[in-house]
């Protein structure tokens, strides 16, 4: 009786963790030393938020689409060695502000140790996960 109890604990314990963990977890195909990036680009989501205009990663310009339903203009993945990169975004704001376009730029690191980056540009905001 003590065993089975000692078992269900342990099934009900163990069931208890989750993995979020939703990358790669080995080295892509091919050459081994580029790291996988994702970049996701949304329009802001609030009323008469900003919008993106354009975007540079390392240089490259990315292709934006029109806005969707949920302000998503783009998903761009790209693969890069480690080091240190650009990325730069301008948006435009509500036409009754000034000024009506901003510039923003982020210096991304990328570690030799990293399998897989996302960058999330939302409106005048970015995230690297």
């Known amino acids: 009786m003590n065993a089975l109890l000692r078992i269900a604990l342990l099934l009900l314990t163990s069931t208890c963790w989750a993995q979020t963990y939703l990358g790669p977890t080995h080295k892509l195909q091919g050459n081994p030393q580029l790291v996988l990036i994702e970049i996701l680009i949304r329009d802001s989501a609030e009323l008469g938020g900003e919008q993106v205009e354009s975007v540079t990663f390392a240089g490259e310009k990315i292709p934006l689409r ?64």
């Open 66 to 129: 029109p806005r969707d339903v949920f302000g998503s203009r783009g998903i761009v993945s790209l693969q890069k060695p480690p080091g240190t990169y650009s990325l730069k975004w301008v948006v435009q704001r509500d036409r009754f502000l000034w000024p009506r376009t901003l510039p923003y730029a982020e210096e991304i690191v990328i570690s030799p140790r990293d399998l897989w980056v996302q960058i999330s540009i939302n409106g005048d905001q970015a995230s690297i996960d």
